[in-house]
């Protein structure tokens, strides 16, 4: 096991009616706060009435920046850091997805510093961000209690992610009450994202890891089983417990400390959303098996673990490989009964476009190139390999 | 599942060499501290001059104050909050087990606050403590993470736990490394202390619960399979990375979440510790068993599932009381395999001496009677029955 430094700060309010408590709990915090939001959803189902009536109840002055979309762009994280400034904001509240609080990120970097992608696309440490305190309502990217951000810069049609303990939320609510109105699809994007969390840092060469194995295979199997319930039964609320709190373990990082991490299936994916404005969710469910049965042999005993402790598979182990591809089957199986698509040519990606796909997730296309993945390290070649898997 | 409110602030830094680091890592907080500990083992083992020049380095002044005993006593409390006052003392650095740091935490009481044993005696909330910051040298309490304190009274022979956000230590720094010089029985008593913090969360009766039911199953498998490792092999830095971390989780909270939660072992343990002196998870060993073959027909499903699940018994669910009874036979085997007692006669308490303390575990000997545990309610008649069972 690897040494770690776990720092989990954001405090994590759960469950029915918490988010008519926001006014009070994020008081100390704020005198003037942005409230950042996406379409009209949250208007529709009277959470937002609910947000501002707490607000005002706590006397917390707020501005408005509606209109976050998924893959939520650059130009409007500039715009609200704008407004930040010129209102003297002190707080952004982020009521929706991963969308909206990590467009609540940018815009909290975006007010305390001079270009905001210049940390997406370069890295380097911020050294103040404002405050962000969420309320949310798609259980999907974990960014309630992360300290990630992913931004789409539309002009360059790049998609960028960027980490800060700065960006971890202050105060996150989660009420799975707000989950009951989910599409299907929407649910089955969310999962997905999940459950990637979970195997990029699941997937590791590091070994003797025991308790985050442990820890990573029963949240793994948690999620699927009370998906398949809440796709069902979207009313289902101890369903959805498990799925929203599943969600935010699944990417606060107690999964991943002490193991060497992987993030190759978040690093090819990026290359579909960023371009073809697919959900995130759908992308991974495409790739992930792809990208399993193409590393899989480079530590065929991690895959086995995976297979039989989180899929269940039974057998001989003296046949690992047919284990391990039951176990890929199996997960297959499980997406499809979500309802995600199963293949790059069902989201309408071509075969034409894989090549460059491949270099730009490796930086090869900038010039810049660097292999991905921790358990097996790709480079661009193995990446379009991967994404032929995929076709 | 019930609503919950997570809050982890502490940051932990863990594994090899991180001891060295404690100057960097509290100089942010700190001008001067106390730095408190036991007896002489961490100057033997070369801990207490790595600490001291790492505090030099750092420009950190510091006071002393060393001799703290297991089941920490009221009377050196007191002592160091005086020497706090008296020295301008802003941050309290426990180096040593649960012990040291339970002192530190009353000791982080009784320096912004006039009376330490009030709080213990009668609840109420502190207003203020001083910061806490800790090196683990024997994984048990969970206490370099958890809100918890427990301290005696020795001229009341009263030990009392109490709990505030105020005391989560703000760092705490686990190196595997410095428990390889721990007696047998004092790793067998830690990790007979750590299991009943996730006994203690699971046996519940609260229901759809999966994630954090599956979330203390694996841990408590985790670290039965490595204690039985560093029982045998003390210097198995990877077997202890398991226990240690796994300690550090099964009292920080994540296993309780929204979980009505039991505590009724640890009420009636500290009837025994607080008199006989002896160790607490020695304690925990004799009566965590009798507790539950007095408690399991309450709610028979969940011990089913203990068994099947944790214990690995296997057989006909026709016959649930057998399944029961297996599993607590393989913790009795478990406990006996560490080197644990069995019984309270090995440890010298007398049949005579049951009904007083079971009249003091529930407050009945002070005039002030409640029941105790949360699975199943426990007043001084049902816990004399369960001092029997442990006879």
Redesign the interface.
């Known amino acids: ?9 954001t ?6 009616d ?1 988010q008519k408590e926001i006014g009070s709990l994020i008081k100390p915090y704020t005198k003037k706060a942005l409230l950042h939001y996406g379409g009209n959803s949250i208007k529709k189902s009277g959470l937002y009435n609910q947000v501002v009536s707490s607000l005002k109840e706590n006397n917390i002055e707020f501005v408005e920046l509606g209109g976050v979309v998924p893959n939520p762009r650059l130009s409007m994280a500039e715009e609200g850091a704008e407004l930040c400034k010129k209102e003297g904001v002190d707080l952004i509240l982020a009521v929706g997805g991963g969308s909206v609080i990590d467009s609540a990120k940018a815009i909290a970097i975006g007010a305390c510093n001079d270009d905001i992608w210049k940390f997406y696309e370069e890295g380097g440490e911020i050294k103040a961000a404002l405050p962000v305190a969420t309320i949310l309502t798609i259980p999907a990217a974990g960014s309630e209690s992360s300290p990630h951000t992913v931004i789409t810069n539309e002009e360059k049609q790049i998609k960028k992610g960027y980490g800060s303990n700065y960006l971890k939320p202050v105060i996150s609510i989660v009420n799975p009450e707000l989950f009951f109105t989910l599409p299907k699809n929407q649910i089955a994007n969310g999962v997905a994202d999940m459950m990637s969390h979970i195997f990029e840092r699941y997937f590791t060469n590091t ?2 890891t ?2 985050t194995d ?2 990573c ?3 793994l ?2 999620i699927m ?2 998906a398949l319930i809440v796709s069902q039964n979207p009313e289902n609320y ?2 959805w ?2 799925v929203g ?2 969600g935010t ?1 699944a990417h606060n990082d ?1 999964l991943g ?2 193991r060497a991490q992987d993030w190759a299936c978040h690093d090819m994916e990026h290359e579909l959303s960023a371009i073809y404005d697919i959900a995130h969710g759908a992308g991974l469910a495409i790739l992930t098996p792809a990208w399993m049965q193409y590393v899989y042999k480079t530590n065929i005993n991690m895959f086995v673990q995976f297979a039989v402790n989180v899929m269940g598979v039974e057998g001989s182990y003296r046949a690992p490989d047919a284990i391990v591809t039951e176990g890929i089957s199996r997960l297959r199986e499980f997406y499809k009964k979500m309802g995600l698509p199963a293949t790059l040519t069902e989201i309408g990606i071509e075969e034409s476009k894989f090549e460059l796909m491949a270099k730009k997730a490796t930086g090869e296309a900038y010039g810049k190139e660097h292999s991905i993945g921790g358990l097996k390290k790709l480079n661009w070649q193995d990446v379009q390999e991967i994404y032929k898997l995929a076709k």
Chains 1, 2 share one sequence.
Not at 1 to 9: K, S, T, Y
């Open positions: 096991m690897l040494n770690f430094d776990m720092h989990l700060p405090r994590i309010i759960f469950g029915k918490t070994t003797d025991d308790l442990g820890l295979e029963t949240t199997k948690t089983k009370n101890d369903a417990c498990q709190f599943g373990i107690i400390l002490g």
